[in-house]
């Protein structure tokens, strides 16, 4: 009775505000992408998508063991290369058939000013800041596909404004017209006038199923997080 216990935390000096637009295949019964957006045990947010191959049942259940897999792993305190390893295991054990599933992962301290993108397989992410847009693309291979998975990370400082976008193949792959698919995305990030990350995520859609004559032609999913400094 006479202990009193105290937690003291850090105040973040950022905020991350987030929009989501999913789409399934057009016929298809359910979506095989899985996304996510959670705060994990050390104070960071992460968002993640993972898109395993195909659509519907089978390929959204591989999704969902990656996803839930890395929310249970990073939460409980292992390190990123760690998880994404028992994630491919468990893909390769889990199905007899060749399977896999990408990850994209965005993990933002915004205490520090500082996000990781953790990419197996993944799209690019593309960052727009001001008017400008980059583009961090992936080289790696998808989680079930090899024993020995390699990962690309990237570490990068956030500033206020900063608009982060995370998208699965079914968005890149949507538009014809270009050889270079990716850049279809950067074109209108670039022409884009909002900054609301839900209007963001919902043109983004919009514009991926109209490039199929208003039929979705695979999964489609797209995360966008816009940083904020706090007053």
């Avoid at 003291?8 to 298809?28: N, P, Q, R, V």
């Amino acid at each position: 009775k006479n202990t009193c216990e105290y937690t003291y935390i850090s105040e973040d000096k950022y905020m991350l505000i987030t929009g989501i637009a999913t789409a399934k295949k057009e016929d298809s019964i359910v979506s095989g992408d899985v996304t996510s957006q959670i705060r994990l045990e050390d104070g960071k947010y992460m968002l993640a998508i993972s898109d395993a191959m195909g659509s519907g049942a089978d390929s959204r259940r591989n999704s969902k063991i990656a996803i839930s897999m890395l929310e249970r792993l990073l939460g409980t305190g292992f390190n990123k290369e760690t998880s994404i390893n028992l994630i491919n295991s468990a893909i390769l054990n889990a199905n007899k058939e060749d399977m896999y599933a990408t990850l994209d992962i965005g993990i933002f301290d915004l205490y520090g000013g500082k996000m990781e993108l953790i990419k197996s397989g993944a799209c690019p992410t593309y960052v727009k800041r001001n008017h400008n847009v980059s583009v961090i693309k992936s080289t790696s291979l998808p989680a079930g596909i090899v024993n020995d998975i390699k990962v690309d990370a990237y570490d990068k400082e956030i500033e206020d404004g900063d608009i982060i976008i995370l998208c699965s193949d079914g968005i890149i792959e949507s538009n014809n017209e270009y050889s270079n698919k990716e850049l279809w995305i950067k074109y209108l990030l670039e022409d884009i006038q909002t900054d609301s990350p839900e209007r963001i995520a919902d043109i983004i859609l919009k514009e991926a199923i109209d490039n199929n004559i208003g039929k979705a032609k695979d999964d489609m999913s797209v995360i966008v997080g816009k940083i904020v400094k706090k007053k």
